[in-house]
């Protein structure tokens, strides 16, 4: 048996008042279409085939490799839409699922069940309703006295009587395929908006006598449908809260999940603690009995376990295990701090590596840099990496110590244990266990390493 998904997305969305094609639009990380594919997925293996229409450049350009594109060069209606999808799937497989791009909270799981109720129809097609008191639009189902399904009627031509129906249309349908392509050229233009309705292939089935399943479903969230961006805050909240509960079902705390702003797809391991105010995106791991937040942005960003993260913003780096960070770090790309690192208030780390145990607690700026284990950055330490032109490297050697306010200017080596004196400039390398001081530094003795490698 072959299960193909054709996804409707040529559409403008003009309620969304957009540039971006509506189906572009993000929820929750990745633009409204990846969710729905996403869903379809657990339905089917076959590649998806996407009707594109308005912005189709973009849209393909999003999509890749993961589906196939028709294009719908005037957008004449939904089931017009549909019909683009007949070259490529005539004859090549059983059933159709059609459903819309802009139904980005539909689950895999209410596709199989649209699926199987259509196996175990005798007749052509199968469709998703859901029984809800704001009709928001949608087309109402308009049943018989012995409760089949007779018509799709959309709100503005339903009659007064019509629009008081609770079960609505929630547009998802499954189609046994050799039917579905001759009945969609049946479908008639609609007189009022010269457009041709998918919805109105109920009413060919039933005229044939051919059995219309409906699937009610009992979950309202599920069934938001974006049109306005009003829609698109109501969706992006209800799958944060999906987001957020499958966290905490999986060992994660959250404080006030209201405030917890977690895209899909991120990895929390258990134990962990996600403080109010915080946003975790993109690709990002975090590991277990961490505490993150309040206040806090981490983006595409590995963070190990036992780490303490307070009101910082971190993009593009790696944290090892007992990292202990902020309030105030800002971590940039190629930042790796080792474990038990301490970043304290008023820090920048860019292209660096920090190892094991180095400390910088107050105001240091450290880029295109490595640190050595135990080495102490001073307060107000800059490594000076840039040179109008070019980026330059700084090393700093194990269990050095960096006075308060030290300019290092690259490219620049200081040995192990080397140690600058407050206000130092230093523009020279400086061999291990040597202090220097002044502006700029010179060398004035030997000293004496207080930490040693264990
Ligand atoms: C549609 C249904 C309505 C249902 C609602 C639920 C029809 C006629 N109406 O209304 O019964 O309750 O969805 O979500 O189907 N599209 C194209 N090409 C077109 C027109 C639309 O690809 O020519 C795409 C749009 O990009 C969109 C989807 O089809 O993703 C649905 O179109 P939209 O205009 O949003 O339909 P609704 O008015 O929401
Ligand atoms: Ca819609």
Redo the contacts with the bound molecule.
Sequence with gaps: MKVTAV?????????MKSDL???LHPLCGKPMIWHVLEALKSVTTEKPVV????GAEQVKKDLGVSADSVL?E?????????M?AESLLRDKTDYVIVT????PLLRGETFRRLLETQRQNPGPLSLLTVIADDP?????IVRNADGTVEA?V??YVATPAQREIKE????AYCFQADWLWDALHRVEK?PQKG??????IVEIAVKDDLAVQAVVHADFIE?I???TRIHLSEAEAALRTRINREHMLNGVSMMDPLSTYIEVGVMIGKDTTILPNTYIHGNTRIGERNIIGPNTIIRNTTIGSDCKILASVLEGAVLEDDVDMGPFARLRKGAHLKSHVHMGNFGEVKDSTLNEGVKMGHFSYIGNTTIGARTNIGAGTITCNFDGEKKHSTEIGEDAFIGSDTMLVAPLKLGDGARTGAGAVVTKNVPEDTLVVGMPARAIRKVERKTKKK
Excluded: C, W
């Design positions: 996804l409707l997305a040529a559409g403008q969305g003009t309620r094609p509506k189906v009707v594109v229409g308005y719908q005037s957008q004449l209606g939904t089931a017009h839409a549909t683009q819309y791009a802009d139904m928001r639009g949608f087309g109402r799709i959309e709100e609505l249309n929630v547009g609609n457009e041709y309705y998918l919805t109105d069934t449908g974006i049109n």
